[in-house]
């Protein structure tokens, strides 16, 4: 009996060395594996999906592992142990090419798939907000420019919309957002409240670490608040609070409409189609690279790269315009489509 | 004499006064503390009440998932005898319902019609037709599952009194739904799909058994692993290991490991298992075996705790009688602290099914629709299947989540509820 046991607990590590040596000897991958950014990982599992069920090949594995996270492990080297495809929701940095190519990583396509708009957002219960980048800006960063006048920065004494701008309503000032980790806060900082200190030659006119000192701050003492990476956390405590405005992908919005509504940005609504004519400022480009030495060695890169840039799946009547994703205008998807379809290696970020 | 007789009886008399006038005091007292106790147990039961209250309010409509009745005409125009795999499948849904709704024109009337139908309809078709091309040239009425955003609206989920244009379903859109429920071509069915399929980002077409039989397989490598290990290592330690200052250190790491934060296991087992042995990534196999690091300790503990609990006196008489210590060990100290040592088992494994964090940093948090078919396929597990659907944008996950929620609470309390029946079967007290 005892014997038995200790032939079974024998039998059983015996079998789980031999799976392991297996493990070491299966070098090759079936299946296509992809990193990268949370905002583009909706979009990406649509395409990964639909290929999956509609060709003989497996579905694509995709994690989500955000834009700089993905591209580290992108760019770890050449090999089935290392992904093949990286999704971001911004341009690949000087830094990160350098990284690639001292790893072996040298010839990368780089493939642009459409847009996703950054939304400000309230609650349906309240009144929509009309907001100018100026005004985010004034109302979220932690230096503005002194209220009084004069070319220096103070720390934030704004406590209500209405004390930014007078024709903004007499609530307090409460922003739930993406905390810094997220390339969402990123895109946001970037898009908005660069620009709008941009808009002060003064604070344009100084030295760049200076600058962002100033753009890229937002204020720590509780009117902005890091809401975690969950935009539908977000959505839920907007509905909850209709003073509060939330900020998050276009996506996020569009799925719930009837509890929240875009806030006006420069005067424009964040709709479908104003993100996608360009005229909603607040959007950003989302992108995937591929590793080209990986093409033809695992099954169905060609494929899954067809499938996203067809128009049944990136065109403005797509499956992922019907996901939230903002379509490019025709002629740069035809550019980008004839990149794929050429394999047209990044060499330099112009 | 007399004197003293009632002085004696004065001081009873006082003893016993005092004791009284106490008495009522001390039960006082002691009713507040039952209460105290009462009155914890009362405000723990509420919040798992409302926890429970909360998860299944919000997923047991999950379980049912609404389904439209198509006539479908397997036009043979339209399927290539040729290319069947690849044919118009979705082209089929179209036309089945322009048929079915011949008064709709417009490209984006036709739009919103077809947006009615889940796209897995045409996948549901392809397998059909795949399966039997037989059909071909025939008319079928068949359940295929409704759009997401009709399942929610039908399931009260989406407030009907908005404009149109804060809304996802258009005004034509609801009459139509209303006219095919006149028509009993839409109802709610057993959703078989969320227990037989894997993910999916359409809500409809989603499913938990991917995930589930990930975290089996994880789950597998880690009790082959775990359970042989650890027992061996608390019968060493506590059976044949001498007292010296080693084995003190031993112990003292062993409960600092039990207490470590699990995301340490999952970076330990990303520099070990993937970057130095080139284990593949997101795989149960490694999944398991960094699971397996961060559920030894428990084991340990557990199985030191069981074999400390049999009493010397079996040691001795196995002895006595001419035992060998082995023979002692395993003919009569281990038998009888198997059932301490399993229940410290099952409890690790519940708390290794429930874990995420290690699995983040080894490619486990991912999207995988095939079921994973061994130890080397891309898996995910149930745990981060709630994380990710907690995250996706789409309405209808809300109630995914909380059902996938259900499935791993039942796990749970099974594999709890299996610790406390092997313990009452085998426990010996004495």
């Given at each position: 009996?005892?014997?038995?046991?200790?032939?079974?607990?024998?039998?059983?590590?015996?079998?789980?060395?031999?799976?392991?040596?297996?493990?070491?000897?299966?070098?090759a991958r079936d299946y296509i594996s992809i990193v990268g950014s949370s905002t583009v990982y909706p979009f990406a599992t649509v395409v990964a999906e639909k290929f999956g069920k509609t060709t003989h090949y497996k579905t694509p594995k995709i994690e989500s592992t955000g834009s700089g996270g993905g591209l580290k492990l992108f760019c770890?080297?050449?090999?089935?142990?290392?992904?093949?495809?990286?999704?971001?929701?911004?341009?690949?940095?000087?830094?990160?090419?350098?990284?690639?190519?001292?790893?072996?990583?040298?010839?990368?396509?780089?493939?642009?798939?459409?847009?996703?708009?950054?939304?400000?957002?309230?609650?349906?219960?309240?009144?929509?907000?009309?907001?100018?980048?100026?005004?985010?800006?004034?109302?979220?960063?932690?230096?503005?420019?002194?209220?009084?006048?004069?070319?220096?920065?103070?720390?934030?004494?704004?406590?209500?919309?209405?004390?930014?701008?007078?024709?903004?309503?007499?609530?307090?000032?409460?922003?739930?957002?993406?905390?810094?980790?997220?390339?969402?806060?990123?895109?946001?900082?970037?898009?908005?409240?660069?620009?709008?200190?941009?808009?002060?030659?003064?604070?344009?006119?100084?030295?760049?670490?200076?600058?962002?000192?100033?753009?890229?701050?937002?204020?720590?003492?509780?009117?902005?608040?890091?809401?975690?990476?969950?935009?539908?956390?977000?959505?839920?405590?907007?509905?909850?609070?209709?003073?509060?405005?939330?900020?998050?992908?276009?996506?996020?919005?569009?799925?719930?409409?009837?509890?929240?509504?875009?806030?006006?940005?420069?005067?424009?609504?964040?709709?479908?189609?104003?993100?996608?004519?360009?005229?909603?400022?607040?959007?950003?480009?989302?992108?995937?690279?591929?590793?080209?030495?990986?093409?033809?060695?695992?099954?169905?890169?060609?494929?899954?790269?067809?499938?996203?840039?067809?128009?049944?799946?990136?065109?403005?009547?797509?499956?992922?315009?019907?996901?939230?994703?903002?379509?490019?205008?025709?002629?740069?998807?035809?550019?980008?489509?004839?990149?794929?379809?050429?394999?047209?290696?990044?060499?330099?970020?112009? | 004499?007399?004197?003293?007789?009632?002085?004696?009886?004065?001081?009873?008399?006082?003893?016993?006064?005092?004791?009284?006038?106490?008495?009522?005091?001390?039960?006082?007292?002691?009713?507040?503390?039952?209460?105290?106790?009462?009155?914890?147990?009362?405000?723990?039961?509420?919040?798992?009440?409302?926890?429970?209250?909360?998860?299944?309010?919000?997923?047991?409509?999950?379980?049912?998932?609404?389904?439209?009745?198509?006539?479908?005409?397997?036009?043979?125009?339209?399927?290539?005898?040729?290319?069947?795999?690849?044919?118009?499948?979705?082209?089929?849904?179209?036309?089945?319902?322009?048929?079915?709704?011949?008064?709709?024109?417009?490209?984006?009337?036709?739009?919103?019609?077809?947006?009615?139908?889940?796209?897995?309809?045409?996948?549901?078709?392809?397998?059909?037709?795949?399966?039997?091309?037989?059909?071909?040239?025939?008319?079928?009425?068949?359940?295929?599952?409704?759009?997401?955003?009709?399942?929610?609206?039908?399931?009260?989920?989406?407030?009907?009194?908005?404009?149109?244009?804060?809304?996802?379903?258009?005004?034509?859109?609801?009459?139509?739904?209303?006219?095919?429920?006149?028509?009993?071509?839409?109802?709610?069915?057993?959703?078989?799909?969320?227990?037989?399929?894997?993910?999916?980002?359409?809500?409809?077409?989603?499913?938990?058994?991917?995930?589930?039989?990930?975290?089996?397989?994880?789950?597998?490598?880690?009790?082959?692993?775990?359970?042989?290990?650890?027992?061996?290592?608390?019968?060493?330690?506590?059976?044949?290991?001498?007292?010296?200052?080693?084995?003190?250190?031993?112990?003292?790491?062993?409960?600092?490991?039990?207490?470590?934060?699990?995301?340490?296991?999952?970076?330990?087992?990303?520099?070990?298992?993937?970057?130095?042995?080139?284990?593949?990534?997101?795989?149960?196999?490694?999944?398991?075996?960094?699971?397996?690091?961060?559920?030894?300790?428990?084991?340990?503990?557990?199985?030191?705790?069981?074999?400390?609990?049999?009493?010397?006196?079996?040691?001795?008489?196995?002895?006595?009688?001419?035992?060998?210590?082995?023979?002692?060990?395993?003919?009569?100290?281990?038998?009888?602290?198997?059932?301490?040592?399993?229940?410290?088992?099952?409890?690790?494994?519940?708390?290794?099914?429930?874990?995420?964090?290690?699995?983040?940093?080894?490619?486990?948090?991912?999207?995988?629709?095939?079921?994973?078919?061994?130890?080397?396929?891309?898996?995910?597990?149930?745990?981060?299947?709630?994380?990710?659907?907690?995250?996706?944008?789409?309405?209808?996950?809300?109630?995914?989540?909380?059902?996938?929620?259900?499935?791993?609470?039942?796990?749970?309390?099974?594999?709890?509820?299996?610790?406390?029946?092997?313990?009452?079967?085998?426990?010996?007290?004495?």
């Open positions: 009996m005892v014997r038995k046991t200790v032939l079974l607990v024998a039998a059983l590590v015996f079998v789980f060395v031999a799976s392991t040596g297996v493990v070491n000897a299966q070098s770890a080297g050449v090999g089935v142990e290392y992904p093949d495809i990286t999704n971001a929701s911004r341009r690949i940095k000087e830094s990160e090419l350098e990284n690639c190519r001292q790893n072996g990583v040298s010839e990368i396509v780089e493939v642009k798939i459409g847009y996703d708009g950054i939304v400000l957002a309230n609650s349906n219960k309240a009144k929509p907000m009309k907001l100018t980048r100026k005004d985010i800006f004034l109302a979220l960063a932690k230096n503005v420019p002194d209220p009084k006048g004069g070319e220096r920065v103070v720390s934030n004494p704004y406590r209500t919309w209405k004390e930014v701008n007078p024709s903004l309503p007499n609530i307090k000032i409460e922003v739930l957002g993406p905390p810094p980790t997220s390339g969402t806060r990123d895109a946001f900082v970037e898009l908005v409240m660069e620009e709008a200190a941009k808009s002060y030659p003064w604070i344009k006119a100084k030295d760049k670490k200076a600058f962002k000192e100033i753009a890229h701050t937002i204020r720590e003492d509780g009117a902005y608040i890091e809401a975690g990476e969950n935009d539908n956390l977000i959505v839920q405590k907007l509905d909850a609070n209709p003073n509060a405005v939330g900020i998050f992908g276009f996506s996020f919005l569009d799925q719930n409409t009837d509890k929240i509504q875009g806030s006006f940005v420069d005067g424009v609504k964040p709709t479908f189609e104003a993100i996608a004519s360009g005229e909603y400022p607040v959007s950003r480009p989302l992108f995937f690279y591929v590793k080209k030495a990986h093409m033809g060695v695992i099954p169905g890169m060609e494929g899954y790269l067809n499938e996203f840039t067809s128009e049944k799946a990136w065109g403005p009547d797509g499956y992922l315009a019907d996901k939230g994703m903002i379509p490019m205008p025709d002629a740069e998807r035809k550019k980008y489509r004839a990149d794929v379809s050429k394999l047209r290696v990044l060499t330099a970020l112009k | 004499m007399n004197d003293s007789d009632s002085e004696a009886k004065k001081m009873e008399r006082r003893t016993i006064d005092v004791v009284h006038q106490g008495l009522a005091k001390r039960y006082r007292a002691e009713r507040r503390f039952k209460l105290y106790g009462l009155g914890a147990i009362v405000i723990s039961l509420f919040c798992l009440a409302i926890l429970f209250i909360s998860i299944v309010g919000n997923g047991y409509k999950a379980f049912q998932q609404s389904y439209l009745k198509l006539e479908v005409y397997f036009d043979p125009a339209l399927l290539d005898q040729e290319n069947l795999s690849t044919a118009d499948y979705s082209g089929l849904v179209k036309s089945t319902l322009r048929t079915m709704f011949p008064e709709v024109k417009g490209r984006s009337e036709k739009r919103e019609l077809y947006k009615l139908v889940s796209p897995g309809a045409a996948f549901h078709l392809r397998k059909m037709v795949l399966k039997d091309p037989e059909i071909i040239g025939k008319s079928i009425s068949l359940w295929v599952p409704a759009d997401d955003d009709v399942d929610m609206l039908l399931k009260g989920h989406f407030k009907t009194d908005v404009g149109e244009s804060s809304r996802r379903l258009s005004d034509q859109q609801l009459a139509w739904i209303e006219q095919l429920q006149e028509q009993g071509k839409i109802k709610r069915k057993f959703n078989k799909a969320f227990f037989t399929a894997g993910d999916s980002r359409e809500p409809e077409l989603a499913g938990i058994w991917g995930a589930a039989v990930g975290s089996f397989f994880t789950l597998l490598v880690t009790l082959l692993l775990s359970f042989p290990i650890g027992v061996a290592a608390a019968v060493y330690l506590e059976e044949f290991a001498p007292k010296n200052r080693w084995t003190d250190l031993i112990e003292v790491n062993i409960n600092n490991l039990a207490a470590v934060p699990s995301i340490v296991f999952g970076l330990l087992g990303l520099a070990v298992f993937l970057n130095f042995f080139g284990f593949p990534r997101s795989a149960p196999l490694v999944g398991g075996l960094v699971l397996t690091l961060m559920t030894l300790p428990t084991i340990i503990i557990a199985s030191r705790a069981a074999l400390q609990s049999v009493p010397p006196s079996i040691r001795e008489g196995a002895l006595g009688v001419g035992a060998s210590k082995m023979q002692m060990v395993v003919h009569h100290v281990l038998p009888l602290a198997l059932p301490g040592m399993l229940t410290g088992t099952i409890i690790g494994m519940a708390r290794a099914l429930g874990e995420t964090a290690p699995l983040l940093m080894i490619g486990m948090v991912a999207f995988i629709v095939d079921v994973p078919g061994g130890f080397t396929d891309p898996a995910t597990a149930l745990p981060v299947q709630i994380y990710l659907w907690a995250d996706s944008p789409e309405r209808a996950f809300v109630e995914k989540t909380s059902a996938a929620i259900m499935v791993l609470l039942a796990f749970l309390l099974l594999m709890n509820g299996a610790a406390i029946i092997l313990r009452k079967k085998f426990e010996k007290r004495w």
